[in-house]
């Protein structure tokens, strides 16, 4: 079993950036798809990045790419999502969770995903 932990949200204003992490315990880290999510106030979870086992593979979601850069560390059991250019709308609360081995499945579906952390806040101001 996995446990994660995030960390690094904040508050920046619009155009700032934040570095999230996502550190994890549990030797099975290092074998499986990584996922990062977003939730804000009165709306559903939805996806923002996911990187595969060995970061092989990245996938982005439309309104965050060319904007946030997902990467891990697979010795450090951490995972980090880079943001740049934050706009108010990327306010939410920011979870990690461990998706399937390897790679990771398409889409972005919560769904696939499992062992989540309890998340960290980020907000962004105009």
């Known amino acids: 079993q996995v446990q994660l932990v995030e960390s690094g949200g904040g508050s920046v204003q619009a155009g700032g950036s934040l570095r999230l992490s996502c550190v994890a315990s549990g030797s099975t880290f290092r074998s499986y798809c990584l996922g990062w999510f977003r939730q804000a106030p009165g709306k559903e979870r939805e996806g923002v990045a996911s990187?595969?086992?060995?970061?092989?593979?990245?996938d982005y979601a439309a309104s965050v790419r060319g904007r946030f850069s997902v990467s891990r560390d697979n010795a450090k059991m951490t995972s980090y999502l880079q943001m740049n250019n934050l706009q108010p709308e990327d306010a939410a609360t920011y979870y990690c969770a461990v998706g399937p081995a390897f790679r990771c499945p398409a889409g972005l579906d919560t769904r696939d995903f499992g062992y989540w952390g309890p998340g960290t806040q980020v907000t962004v101001s105009s």
């Open positions: 990187i595969s086992s060995t970061s092989g593979t990245k």
